[in-house]
């Protein structure tokens, strides 16, 4: 049974730029959550997906969008990418009710240069 | 509004010795509290998870945490780390009667195994 999968391991973008980071949740999971991580912090909360709307979100601008498919995986879409973009980018998905755990992916690190 | 303040950024242990990374939280309302490591370029794995019921957690790896709700804490511990422990360990809030499974991360501690 395949986990929490991103794609792409790896990303480089310039200032100004847009980016779309993907995300596939585990099997029988229908809630992905994104989160950002900046090098040497722990995790930010920038929002969550449930029945392809987007149910809850962080303290992000609106430069930073998201999406999930009938098939429950999600994309992250960022535009106008600053600097402090840079980041790991983490996806987490969790099953129905499932309000007690999330089940992170291996994480999409952006660089904009 | 939850935060979580994890107390030492870095924690140097020797192998074989007991270690604790310690947790605090602020929250007005119930909480769901977390232990996940993250060892070098990977992403997170839950350690152990408090919900409800004993206060004492016990999780993978022989890591055990206890929920003080008098002293809003939730402290790691391990009785003999190894090599293999080496990682950033994060703790984390999420509250259920706020819902939609947010979670709210500390900083992270770095601990790190000598031999």
């Keep these: 049974d395949a986990g929490v999968t991103q794609s792409p391991t790896h990303l480089i973008k310039t200032r100004g730029q847009q980016v779309?980071?993907?995300?596939?949740?585990?099997?029988?999971?229908?809630?992905?959550?994104?989160?950002?991580?900046?090098?040497?912090?722990?995790?930010?909360?920038?929002?969550?997906?449930?029945?392809e709307e987007e149910r809850q979100?962080?303290?992000?601008?609106d430069?930073?969008?998201?999406?999930?498919?009938?098939?429950?995986?999600?994309?992250?879409n960022v535009n106008a990418l600053l600097l402090g973009d840079s980041a790991l980018y983490l996806c987490a998905s969790s099953p129905p009710e499932g309000y007690n755990e999330q089940f992170f992916g291996p994480g999409t690190r952006l660089t904009v240069l | 509004a939850q935060s979580v303040t994890q107390l030492d950024s870095q924690v140097p242990v020797f192998e074989e010795a007991p270690v604790e990374l310690r947790c605090n939280y602020s929250s007005s309302v119930s909480v769901y509290l977390f232990w996940y490591v993250q060892y070098p370029n990977q992403g997170l794995q839950l350690l152990l998870k408090y919900l409800s019921g004993s206060t004492l957690v016990k999780g993978i790896n022989g890591f055990e945490a206890e929920f003080n709700k008098s002293q809003t804490s939730f402290?790691?511990?391990k009785p003999s780390v190894h090599i293999s422990d080496t990682a950033e360990y994060f703790c984390a809030v999420s509250s259920p009667a706020q819902g939609a499974q947010k979670l709210v991360f500390g900083q992270g501690t770095r601990l790190t195994i000598n031999p």
């Design chain 1, 20 to 51: 779309t980071l993907r995300c596939s949740p585990k099997s029988g999971h229908d809630t992905v959550s994104w989160y950002q991580q900046a090098l040497g912090q722990g995790p930010q909360f920038i929002f969550q997906y449930y029945e």
């Design chain 1, 57 to 61: 979100r962080g303290n992000f601008p």
């Design chain 1, 63 to 76: 430069r930073f969008s998201g999406h999930q498919f009938p098939n429950y995986s999600s994309e992250l």
């Design chain 2, 75 to 77: 402290h790691l511990r």
